[in-house]
């Protein structure tokens, strides 16, 4: 019970996102496409991972929920 | 769509980490402990939960009061892939998606994936609560089908319990009529009728007179015959301009909406107030995402705008150094070896 006042608090979360890659590289596609007007293909080599990827929440200074598609974040308060 | 990577990855931080090799593994472990992780998820098909190090057992062995949340297709015991038009057609949301006799259609937008998410969402805060109550934590596992076909409602329970089955019917309803998207002559509307009183509004207004019959007065002579009824409805419309058609059912009390385009819907003084925006610090560049499906203090706060999304392995030094406290010389023999 001690701690149920601090549910949401300083949460941390750590999701390992296959799709990452996917994503990733279609946002890199589009963005090269809009600044550079072409897609380097050695943006790409450098792009794929070795095997996984992940990421965790930032750190702020607000509680603040986010779903996302493969991953879920719950910022830190 | 880019638009995928930058909604759902803002204020995140990213790193890479190679789970088939054992240093990764225990990288992935010092992680668990030193953040203090209170929410692992992962998307990966369950037969590599064990393989990679990361099923429910090996992370609560590190940090016992973790909730852990693994995504499937089908759940655990399945290792069949899925993107979100394959639930869309195994799940009913294609057969319910489209005009009536027409081909089955897939969604405008990718629910079974979004709609997952939120499930999980909600199902994680019931694990929050139940740790803080108990100190204990939770492995949720979390199928798309599940999530996918708890959406027919209606549905599944007329077609096993009352044995009516229902199909897409495109823009009509099924109990009342007219109720369908009708052209203008410079888009499209929404029109929504009812009951017998708004039908009678609509043959007051000029343009409409020629649908005053005896078979349409009642909604169930209009549903009977809702197919003619439309095009004939539709006829009249093309005559009006969409912004002179909303001001004129306006008037006559009966339920009407453009339907709007995506810029249209931007620009929507009840939505773009509330827009999000991420920038990106490298370049400038600026990217506008959805609203939040709720306003947050937080998010007034910094202005509606967040982290931009981060490359890939871009906070492999921050984390792996600054976090773990690993030097420059182990860092560029674990880039070396391929462990991140």
């Known amino acids: ?77 | 769509m880019c638009s995928y990577f930058f909604a759902f990855n803002s204020g995140k931080e990213a790193v890479t980490l190679d789970l088939k090799n054992q240093r990764g593994q225990e990288i992935l472990r010092k992680l668990i402990k030193e953040l203090n992780v209170d929410i692992f998820t992962t998307n990966q098909l369950p037969k590599n939960y064990a393989t990679l190090g990361i099923d429910y057992d090996a992370l609560r062995a590190v940090k016992p009061d973790i909730i852990w949340l693994g995504i499937s297709g089908f759940g655990p015991d399945s290792n069949e892939a899925a993107y979100d038009p394959i639930l869309q057609a195994r799940g009913g949301l294609m057969e319910m998606t489209g005009e009536a006799g027409g081909e089955p259609q897939v969604l405008g937008i990718p629910l079974p994936d979004m709609g997952t998410s939120e499930h999980a969402y909600g199902l994680i805060m019931k694990a929050l609560f139940k740790r803080a109550m108990t100190n204990e934590g939770s492995r949720i596992d979390m199928a798309m089908i599940d999530s996918t076909v708890s959406w027919l409602v209606q549905p599944v329970t007329m077609a096993t319990t009352f044995n009516q089955v229902m199909t897409r019917r495109g823009n009509t309803h099924e109990f009342f009529a007219p109720v369908s998207v009708f052209p203008t002559s410079d888009g499209f509307v929404y029109v929504a009728m009812g009951n017998d009183i708004q039908w009678q509004r609509l043959l007051a207004i000029p343009g409409f007179e020629q649908l005053a019959e005896p078979c349409y007065e009642k909604n169930a002579g209009r549903i009977a015959d809702k197919h003619r009824l439309n095009e004939r409805i539709a006829e009249a419309t093309r005559k009006f301009g969409t912004a002179e058609l909303i001001e004129t059912f306006r008037r006559a009390m009966i339920p009407i909406a453009k339907v709007q385009g995506i810029r249209d819907v931007c620009e929507d003084p009840a939505v773009k107030p509330k827009l999000l925006k991420s920038v990106d610090p490298a370049t400038g560049f600026e990217v506008t995402m959805a609203p939040p499906p709720y306003m947050t203090e937080y998010l007034k706060e910094i202005d509606q705008t967040l982290p931009f999304p981060p490359r890939l392995g871009e906070h492999n030094e921050a984390v792996y150094g600054g976090i773990l406290g690993m030097g420059k010389h182990e860092l560029e023999a674990l880039r070396r070896d391929g462990v991140i």
């Open chain 1, 1 to 77: 019970m001690k701690r149920n006042s601090n549910i949401f608090r300083n949460l941390t979360v750590l999701s390992l996102e296959q799709a990452t890659v996917l994503p990733y590289l279609t946002w890199l596609i589009a963005w090269r496409r809009m600044v550079f007007g072409s897609f380097g293909w050695s943006t790409l080599s450098n792009a794929i991972p070795t095997a996984g990827s992940a990421t965790r929440s930032s750190q702020v200074k607000k509680r603040c929920v986010r779903t996302s598609l493969h991953s879920i974040q719950v910022k830190r308060q």
